[in-house]
């Protein structure tokens, strides 16, 4: 898994009736882009995670022109 400030991190819910969850990659700490990161949730948490296999990136475009 890697991922830049900025992306996005879906969470899966686990089990019946937990929803989703996305939260904003505010900082990655290991090398080339490799968790741990630090995560800001919309309601304004923070956290350091280590995603496991239920965890997708969701990239962001950096390129203005696309």
Do not use: C, K, N, W
């Not at 309601?43 to 990136?57: F, I, N």
């Amino acid at each position: 898994m890697q991922a830049s400030v900025g992306d996005r991190l879906l969470m899966h819910g686990r089990t019946v009736g937990h929803e989703d969850r996305v939260a904003e990659i505010v900082e990655v700490l290991g090398s080339e882009g490799t968790p741990p990161y630090r995560v800001r949730f919309d309601d304004g948490h923070e956290a350091l995670m280590s995603p496991g296999p239920d965890s997708v990136v969701r990239h962001t475009d950096t390129d203005p022109a696309a």
